[in-house]
């Protein structure tokens, strides 16, 4: 399905990032991406494509007793949905009903609860237990040691690192499986510092970055005589100088969930002879990245969240071609020498993003990713992306009518163009509310003090799931749960 995809939106919501949702505002605000889903909810699903993507063709028999029956739902009592407000519940109704990539669900294990979480793991993919399943009896149990060669593991982490490239925008040979997200920061960071122009003794780092991000950004710069300057990403491109060595950014904001300028900050960091590292955990698998379309010269990124490889499963390392042969990696390994089994006592470097392989792979957890990456067969990721944006704008449409005014303020940025896959509310009593939440059956989950966080995942998650989830967080909100409630300010959140 390559054919793109054609978007027909009405008027976004009225949903500022200032005002209280709940609150109408008067008037809507064109971007100038498609117009999201408005509140209108007899228009029709605001994008379509050429042909419905079907499920897996060919369920496995070995595995279809554990994943075709539902697990029970992790609730209590008050999970079961109550009747929906009849113009939304209908208008969520003809929106799966259309929906082009509605047939994807049934590629994962999902239960009677509303999924929202996906942004921080994703749901099981069906395929993944028996292929699991069959390398542990067969590659591990028959085969052993022969599995590195004749069952592929050797060439796992290249061979799986192409598989991810075209979700990233990237070409063959240029992304490694293996690690974990941080190792492979400290990789890309250190690895950028080695390659920069001499005199360049300034790291820039995402302020709002995720702390771990910055945490190696503060290692690495005092292993290498560095300094690190914390400066908001959309602030990069103007606060760039002659001392920047890199800037390390993250494509989506974790907690907000609002989306950076990828190609316009790294054009900047270019125009000023500095390298751009960005980290793409919660934009892989939701959007378009485009690495090599922009030029950025490293990435990285988890696979456990939007491309569902499982609690744990390793990062990747993206290397721009025309940069592999001068990366300089600060963890070289056996698996990344040019002879790996030569047992030089002197380090050579592989070819290519090989470079950035270092010791033995994690064959279990690769090899579930793997099997994770086949419900992308067939998926057009500008799809993906359109089906996105129209969950989210529903979802704010649906918050906005079931949730009591003032409790909640969408602190994500309603332009399409400044916003990833997840809707981040701040809610006084945050914890306590998705406490509630997840035992009425609406799985989020929330950052401190008082942020709720919604994860929408457009392979599995369907209308009907943002309709629910609003309705019961109006619910829970008018119960009063979370008014009362210590907000994280207290002593005990310090």
Known sequence: MSDPVRTSMPDPVGVSMSDPVGVS???????????????????PLPYEMTEPISPMAKPDPETAHATTKPHPSPTVPNAEPTTPASHLGRAAERHDAADPLAALRARFVLDDAVYLDGNSLGALPRAVPGRVAEVIAHQWGELRIRSWTEAGWWTAPERIGDRIAPLVGAGPGSVVVGDSTSVNVFKAVVGAVRMAAPGRDEILVDAATFPTDGYIAESAARMTGRTVRPVHAARIADEVTERTALALVNHVDYR???LNDLPGTTAALHAAGALAVWD?????GAL??????????????????YLNGGPGAPAYLYIRDDLQERFDSPLPGWNSHAEPFGMARDYTPADGALRGRVGTPDILSMLALD????????VDLSAVRAKSLALGDFFLECVQEYAPPGRVRSVTPRAHEARGSQVSLECDGAGAVMTELIRRGVIGDFRHPDVLR???TPLYTAFADAERAARVLGEVLRDGVGQAADTGRGPAAR
């Open 25 to 43: 505002t008067s008037e809507p605000v064109r971007t100038s991406m498609p117009d999201p889903v408005g509140t209108s909810t007899s228009d």
């Open 256 to 258: 907000t969930g609002e």
């Open 280 to 284: 793409l955990c919660h934009s892989a």
């Open 288 to 305: 378009p990245v485009g690495l090599a379309e922009h030029g950025v010269d490293l990435a990285v990124g988890c696979t456990y969240k």
């Open 371 to 378: 099997a994770a990456l086949d419900v992308w067969d067939g």
């Open 454 to 456: 919604f994860g929408f």
